[in-house]
Each structure stands twice: as C-alpha cells, then as structure tokens.
C-alpha cells in the first residue's frame, strides 16, 4: 500500500468515505420532491379526499395527493401516534403499504456495530501508520535507503594540508593514509594492511574537522562525510540505516575516504543503565558491523573526530576499528604563530607584524581562536577605516577573545575607579617582584563586555611545558595581589577580587590534590582528572577527613601567598600610590612604561 507515503491524504480520504458512508445509512435519502407538512395538513387531506396513497414507517408518513387539476403531489410527515390512522386510512379509500426502511434489524445492526468497528480499525491503521513513519512525507522509511549521505569530492572541500599549521604530527600520520590512497599496490605488495579506522582526538577548535577535509583534498578521492548528530534520530532504526547506507555507497567508490565528524554522539559506551537509547546502540552496532565488513585491503578508511575520546565504546577503539589515535592538541608557541601566519596570509596586513609577540601573548588559545583574532583585527581594520591590518590591530582583538569588547561608555564612578587601579597595580607589582613570575604586558582598566572592570597582562617569555611549585606559589601571590592593594590603601575589600580567589583556588587545590605539592601529603592522588578535552570537574576520591584536610591545606597556601603579597605591596607603597595614579590618568599603560616607574622610583626611595 502506498498510503504510507501520504498519511494526510489518507487521513482526509478516510474521513470523506465515512461521511459519506455514514449519512448514506444513518440517514436515507428522501425521496425527491416530497414537502415537509405538519399532521393537521396530513388530516386535512384526508378528510378532502385528495390523498391517493401513503406510505407508512416507523416514524414518517410520506403520502401523494391529487389536486383537482389532476396532477399530484408528494408530502411528508412526522407520524404521531395515532391509533385511528389505519382505520381512517382505508376508511377514505386510501392505498396504504408500510415501509421497512427505518425499522429492518440488519440495519440497526449496522448502527450499533458495524460503524464504531469500521472507525476504531481505521482509527488503528492510521495511528500505526503514523507512528512508523520517521517524518510526515518525504522521510519515511522507504525514501531512508534512497541517498542521504552527502557526496564530497577533493573540489568541494578546497582544504589541503597547507592550510593546517601547526599540527605536523597529525598531518604526517594522515599523510601515509594520503599515500595509502594514492597507491594501494604499494603497500598491498608487501603485505602490509592499513589501518581502517583514524581517530581524531582533541579539544575543541584545534583543526580535527579541518584535517579530515585537508586529507580529502590532498588524497583526491571520493570523501563522504556525516556527523554524528545527523544519527540522532527519534525513530529506531533510523540511524542504522543511514550507517548501512553510507558503507554501500563508499564500498562502491573505493578507494575512498568516509568522515565520522563528533563520533561521540554515537559511538558513547554501551551501559546497562536505563537511560541507554535503543536507537543509539543500534547505531552502534551496525558501525561496528560496517567496519568489520570491510577487509584491510578495500582502500575505504573511516576518519572519526571526537572530543571526548574516553567516552567512546571500547568495542570502537579495538583493532581493525578505529585502532588508530592521533591526538591534535592546542598548538604550541611555534603552532600558534604558523596557525597566524597561515589565517593573516588570508587579510591584508602590515609587512613587519610581529607574529611571535602575539603567539607568545595567546598561550592555550586554540586554532579556531587565534583565527577569530586575526578576523576580529581585519573588522577592527574595517571599523577604524583603513584598508591593512596593523599589529595594534590585532593586539586589541587578542583582548577582544580573551576580555570581551571594550565597555567605552560603561559609567564608573571615579571612587570605583580609583580601586581598580590600585587593584590592578597591586596584581603588577606582586608580578614584577615576584620571581619567578612572566613580566607584565599591559595593565588596563577599561572595562570589557565579559565583565572584567581592569586587567593586567602577563606575557611569558617562552612557552612553559612544566609548571614548578615555586611557578604556582608566585602565581597565586599574583593573584591576590590586588585585593592586598585594595586592602592597605583603603582598608577594605570588594567583590572585584572574586574572580582572582576563584582561580587562586583552583590553582591551590590541584597543587593539593594532583601533583603532589603540599607539605600535608605524599605522592597521593586525592582527585581524578577526566580524560577529555572539555575539561569538566574533577572527582575527588578520598575520605571526607581528607576532603576537609585539603580544604585545610589549600587555605593555608593561599594565605601565605596573601601575605607575601601584602608585604611586597607595603615594601613598595609610594610606588603603588605614583603607579595608581598614572593608570587613572592614561587608563591602559604598557608593561614598558610599568616598570620604568617601577625602576626610577627605586632611586629616590633611598
Ligand atoms: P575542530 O577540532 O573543533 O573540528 P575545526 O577543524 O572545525 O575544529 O576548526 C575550526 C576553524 O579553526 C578552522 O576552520 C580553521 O579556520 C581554524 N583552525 C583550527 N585549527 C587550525 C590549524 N591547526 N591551522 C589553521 N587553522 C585552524
Ligand atoms: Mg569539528
Ligand atoms: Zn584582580
């Protein structure tokens, strides 16, 4: 039946039958011409003689009269109960029948039966119909196995690997994959098997999808990509058939190349909870089917991206699946200037940018960021009306993705103003006091859209890949350096530190809890980090006597470093008076400009 297709029309056909259907038998067409009259009228004629013949049923009399013209007349009438009327009927010569319409058993039968059956199966048909079709129209299960996944050829993408940077390890264990591509034979001959499966794993924005489509357009094959989100499907089965589809056209296109973007949606661990989809575990097992369907020489490799790695089913990650990881991590110094070079080559820009200074000063940006920042300085170019791209340019749009816009017109009364600079100066001269410690950037208190009121940048020399107990110490006196300020010059505090307590403590508790920095305990993990790339809270797993023991511990760290901060602060207080005021004047001042007041006053303390 093709009804499955056109739930709607059915719906309406349906109802038009039994309406039809239903009028016909609940109410029989009258017979043509006859009038409606009122029994008095039926009497009347009766008694005038001109009443020919009637017919009688349960609850009409229909009855013909002669007019004296001679040509007759049909009425009808609601018959009442009137025990004379057969009697007076034949009395006036009347020719009488009675009528079985109304009255026959079958046709009662019908009424009470028939209908509500013939309605409550049609009503079934209708609902099961409904419910089995994904979607009213086209998406029913029957169009499902026509062509969903989408066809990309090298053209399409218009990636290659030049336009990755920063990720060259990824790019060379895709390249043997490129190759793979290219000359099977090669590898085939000597026996050797490629991997079937490629996983991408990393944080978020850090080129995976960009990488996949690179491989396409340098391995010049058929590239046929999907997301995982595209699977989630309300109706079981749904997804299954989309995996099934997707492996029957890439086996016909091999060599070829199928991209799983976001895997995770799918390929999430099987588990006996009961919050476990049925169609997502289907999903699942027709990938793992797929896969296993494919032998190492067909020339066909699946490249999945994930950010959640360690969520995936163990069963995805075995050999002969996606047995290969590559990890695409945040770029390092070096990345991230190439990933800038690479995005500003894009823009029109100034010849002698420094790209260094801002890869240095962008540390765990990702490449998705560090390209918002090159187009937020092209829009920044735009704004101010000039035609290049200048490094002012793009050192403001390193704000602009860290801090937010600035606020101009944000109304901050001068009284606040004035705590925030020695706030902010606090943080500087905790900073550049403080060894070891990255030296001051720029200090600001121009207040951003992301609610910071002021900040102070630090900007580390070299990339660090180790952080040392000394490093995390100073770095929370930094961090407490501007409440110390607010405290000795105007002794009080103000909500304007919370953000800097809340990463002091963060800082402090996994000195405690991870790498083992605290004089309380050993080499003792009292929390698991989650190994994903979305970061996430760690757990602890300790007794709560610990849990309240490193609360202990962390307090104490972070109150020495408060401390140290106040006496760094009150060594130095002029300072922090000329530094403060200097900052309310000018709003921004630079690193530069920081420590030669820094320097020039440490003459005429003595
Ligand atoms: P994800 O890892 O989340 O899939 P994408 O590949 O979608 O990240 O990256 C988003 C964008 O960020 C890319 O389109 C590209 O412009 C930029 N980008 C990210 N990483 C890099 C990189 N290594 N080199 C150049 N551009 C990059
Ligand atoms: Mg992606
Ligand atoms: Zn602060």
Request: proline share 4%; charged share 25%.
């Amino acid at each position: 039946m093709k009804i499955k297709k056109y739930p709607l029309f059915f719906t309406a056909v349906t109802i038009i039958i039994l309406a039809v259907f239903s009028s016909i038998v609940l109410f029989p067409t009258k017979q043509k011409g006859s009038e409606i009259t009122d029994y008095s009228f039926f009497l009347n004629c009766l008694e005038s003689k001109s009443v020919t013949s009637a017919e009688l049923s349960d609850n009409v009399i229909i009855y013909e009269t002669k007019n004296p013209d001679g040509s007759s007349e049909r009425f009808e009438t609601v018959r009442i109960d009137d025990p004379d009327l057969v009697s007076r009927l034949s009395s006036h010569g009347v020719s009488f029948y009675g009528s079985s319409q109304n009255t026959s058993p079958s046709r009662n039968f019908m009424v009470s039966w028939g209908i509500p059956a013939i309605l409550a199966v049609l009503i079934f048909l209708l609902i099961r119909n409904k419910l089995r079709s994904p979607q009213y129209g086209t998406n029913s299960p029957s169009s499902i196995s026509k062509s969903r996944a989408r066809i990309y050829v090298n053209k399409d993408t218009g990636k290659s690997f030049s336009d990755v940077a920063g990720q060259e390890e990824a790019k060379e264990a895709l390249s043997e994959i490129v190759d793979f591509l290219h000359e099977p034979e090669k590898f085939t001959e000597i026996g050797a098997k490629l991997p079937k499966g490629v996983l991408l794993a990393g944080p978020p924005g850090t080129g995976k999808t960009l990488l996949a489509q690179a491989v396409a357009g340098e391995a010049d094959v058929p590239f046929f990509s999907i997301s995982g989100s595209e699977f989630v499907e309300m109706f079981a089965g749904v997804g299954a058939a989309k995996i099934r589809d997707l492996f029957r056209q890439a086996s016909a296109k091999a060599p070829c190349i199928v991209f799983i973007d976001e895997i995770d949606t799918i390929g999430k661990k099987r588990d006996s909870r009961m919050t476990s989809s049925d169609e997502r575990e289907q999903t699942l097992n027709q990938l793992l089917t797929e896969m296993d369907g494919f032998d190492g020489r067909s020339a066909v490799v699946i490249l999945a991206a994930t950010n959640r790695p360690d969520s995936l089913d163990p069963a995805l990650l075995r050999p002969g699946r996606f047995d290969r990881r590559i990890p695409v991590e945040l770029p390092d110094i070096a990345g991230r200037e190439a990933i800038l070079r690479v995005h500003a080559s894009k823009v029109v820009t100034d010849t002698n940018l420094d790209f260094n200074a801002i890869a240095r000063a962008t540390a765990g940006a990702s490449g998705a960021e560090l390209a918002n920042i090159i187009n937020e300085a092209a829009l920044r170019a735009v704004r101010n009306g000039r035609n290049i791209v200048s490094q002012s340019d793009i050192e403001e749009s390193v704000e602009v993705v860290i801090a937010g816009y600035q606020r101009k017109n944000a109304v901050i009364s001068h009284n606040e103003k004035k705590i925030i600079a020695y706030h902010e100066i606090g943080h500087a001269i905790v900073a550049a006091k403080e060894r070891p410690s990255a030296p001051v950037h720029k200090i600001t208190i121009i207040p951003r859209t992301s609610g910071a009121l002021g900040y102070t940048m630090q900007v580390d020399d070299s990339e660090k890949n180790l952080v040392t107990k000394e490093d995390a110490l100073s770095r929370i006196a930094v961090l407490t350096g501007g409440r110390s300020a607010e405290e000795l010059v105007f002794g009080t505090c103000t909500s304007g530190a919370s953000n800097d307590i809340e990463k002091a403590t963060r800082i402090a508790r996994s000195m405690v809890t991870r790498c083992g920095m605290s004089s309380q305990f050993d080499m003792i993990a009292l929390e698991t980090a989650s190994d994903n790339y979305l970061g996430g809270e760690p757990e602890l797993i300790c007794s709560s006597e610990t849990a309240a023991l490193i609360d202990k511990e962390v307090n104490s760290i972070i109150a020495s470093a408060h401390r140290k901060a106040l006496g760094i602060i009150s060594d130095n207080i002029n300072k922090l008076h000329k530094l403060a005021a200097l900052l309310l004047e000018k709003e921004t001042i630079s690193g530069d400009e920081f420590m030669a007041v820094l320097d020039s006053e440490k003459r005429d303390d003595y």
